[in-house]
């Protein structure tokens, strides 16, 4: 951010005012990681702020501090709307196209609030006054930590303020494997942890909280993994009936596509996940190397993302979907091959 938008904010901060902080719909560990970051932060402040997710979230992001504080949308809406309705400053963190708030986006798009963005998304729509968009960053954990230190408070990061970046941070990387992990993001996250962030404990409570109905799925999931040689692809289908089969719950599928990339020779995979509720096949793409995933998901999925992973649906049913994925894939054979 410009040093004159830094020392305007600093300026906002110097008298208490209402603020809404709001992530993406489905909201996974960089999105309630940021958003609560930023609230712990904006709290010592003295500001008068809440997080509104715009629905639930998987229960292994549910026991970082400050969590019970988040209001649903989609469970509670009347009280959301009035919040969002008296804000004077919004911030939306982890998305930069107002339509990723799903039923929120009516409510945010007519707010006469101040906007403020702090994203790492490629292509960010300009809807907000202060726009942190940086698509070279790991997470939007790293962002808020960058913004809380521009504004010149890094000492203010306590140990729920570092336990909260931490956990989007780790979960963005992929446990620091994903390209997007730097040097600086090590350091960023040396310093939480000499914050307070147990990352031991912090790995346990996101990556070992399966349950035995997940590990039954992922077997489920493993079973129907197809693999397209001349492509270098691999893709996994889950049906709504084999989901129900296994007791699923919001997040139980988080990672199953990796599975698939980590298959020798293997640089692009996608999982198709049928919603009946919804009616959609949800979408996620992942890739090595330079191959952009969000690309391919902007092109044919309504989607989009990062070079490496993005995500997107589609409305025909899920053979419907898999054929016609199959049917693109000759057209990037090149490009795959050429990774």
């Known amino acids: 951010m ?187 996250t040396a310093y939480l942890i000499d914050q307070g962030a147990e990352h031991d404990q912090i790995h346990n409570d996101v990556m070992d909280a399966n349950s035995f109905e997940r590990m039954q799925l992922l077997g489920c999931a493993l079973t129907n993994l197809k693999v397209i040689p001349e492509s270098r692809t691999a893709y996994i289908t889950l049906s709504q009936d084999e989901l129900n089969k296994y007791n699923y719950k919001k997040g139980d599928t988080e990672g199953f596509v990796n599975y698939a990339l980590s298959l020798q020779n293997i640089i692009f995979a996608a999982i198709f996940i049928e919603d009946r509720q919804s009616n959609i096949i949800k979408i996620s793409l992942r890739s090595k190397g330079d191959f952009s995933v969000n690309e391919f998901a902007r092109a044919h999925f309504q989607g989009g993302g990062h070079t490496n992973a993005a995500g997107g649906k589609s409305d025909l049913n899920l053979t419907e979907t898999v054929e016609n994925f199959i049917s693109i894939l000759p057209s990037y054979n090149k490009a795959l091959k050429n990774e």
């Open 2 to 188: 410009k040093k004159e938008a830094i020392q305007e904010l600093k300026q906002l901060l110097r008298s208490p005012k209402k603020m809404v902080i709001v992530p993406h719909k489905n909201p996974d560990g960089d999105a309630i990681g940021s958003t609560l970051g930023l609230f712990h932060y904006l709290k010592k402040h003295h500001q008068d702020a809440i997080v509104i997710a715009p629905n639930d979230y998987p229960d292994f992001l549910k026991w970082m501090p400050g969590e019970n504080t988040i209001l649903k949308y989609d469970a509670q809406m009347e009280e959301s709307d009035q919040l969002i309705k008296d804000a004077d400053i919004i911030f939306t963190l982890d998305f930069n196209a107002l339509n990723r708030a799903g039923d929120m986006e009516s409510a945010l798009k007519t707010s006469s609030a101040m906007k403020i963005m702090i994203d790492h998304h490629q292509q960010p729509d300009d809807y907000a006054t202060y726009m942190y968009s940086d698509v070279s960053m790991s997470s939007t954990c790293e962002m808020v930590y960058n913004f809380i230190d521009m504004l010149g408070d890094k000492a203010l990061i306590d140990k729920d303020i570092a336990t909260c970046l931490y956990t989007g941070i780790m979960t963005d990387t992929g446990s620091f494997r994903f390209k997007s992990t730097t040097s600086e993001t090590h350091l960023v």
